[in-house]
């Protein structure tokens, strides 16, 4: 494969909060557009527990998997 055409990806945890607040819709189109401006573009989007900020527990949230031609 042509370096030209080959990918990198990436795996992004997105969370609202610690007590499973719902996820704000606005917070995740900056999180989004933030990542579109170094050049990645999103792949999949997959509901997940994703580990929480404190203790062993997880929260619900999304992963986020990203991709963009290899730089």
């Given at each position: 494969m042509?370096?030209?055409?080959?990918?990198?990806?990436k795996?992004?945890?997105?969370r609202?909060?610690?007590?499973g607040?719902?996820?704000?819709?606005?917070?995740?189109e900056?999180?989004l557009?933030?990542h579109a401006?170094?050049?990645?573009?999103?792949?999949?989007?997959?509901?997940?527990?994703?580990?929480?900020?404190?203790?062993?527990?997880?929260?619900?949230?999304?992963?986020?998997?990203?991709e963009?031609?290899?730089?």
């Open positions: 042509s370096s030209s055409y080959a990918l990198e990806y795996v992004d945890t997105f609202e909060s610690l007590i607040d719902a996820l704000d819709s606005d917070k995740l900056k999180v557009n933030k401006e170094d050049g990645w573009a999103l792949k999949a989007i997959t509901s997940a527990d994703v580990k929480g900020r404190i203790g062993p527990g997880a929260v619900e949230g999304l992963l986020l998997t990203l963009r031609p290899r730089r």
